[in-house]
Nanobody, 124 residues
Framework: QVQLVESGGGLVQAGGSLRLSCAAS????????MGWFRQAPGKEREFVAA????????TYADSLKGRFTISRDNAKNTGYLQMNNLKPEDTAVYYC?????????????????WGQGTQVTVSS
């Protein structure tokens, strides 16, 4: 049974940092691209970042470059999203997802598996 479990969300003040984790099980983690998405109340789901199977290639939403960093540890079957200099507009539920593909998808419908999400709230 495939499972993606996010953790590390919470309440943080503007300018602070959080590191989200995504623990994967039930499939060959190292064979899948991992992506992060977010959804704020009343808004559509938004692409955040994606990382290739080896971790060598990454891509980010243009608006988040320089503040967010995606990474993975295939030995631990875990992916990460380091978020720095957080802003109130970063408040959202953050989801990790997995896709069996040689490219780095930036649209949610391309991903095969999804986690339940973790809430990130940034206060001003």
């Amino acid at each position: 049974q495939v499972q993606l479990v996010e953790s590390g969300g919470g309440l943080v003040q503007a300018g602070g940092s959080l590191r989200l984790s995504c623990a994967a099980s039930g499939y060959t983690f190292s064979s899948y691209v991992m992506g992060w998405f977010r959804q704020a109340p009343g808004k559509e789901r938004e692409f955040v970042a994606a990382i290739s199977q080896s971790g060598i290639s990454t891509t980010y939403a243009d608006s988040l470059k320089g503040r967010f960093t995606i990474s993975r540890d295939n030995a631990k079957n875990t992916g990460y999203l380091q978020m720095n200099n957080l802003k109130p507009e970063d408040t959202a539920v953050y989801y990790c997802a997995a896709d069996y593909t040689p490219v780095l998808p930036t649209t949610g419908y391309e991903y095969d598996y999804w986690g339940q999400g973790t809430q990130v709230t940034v206060s001003s």
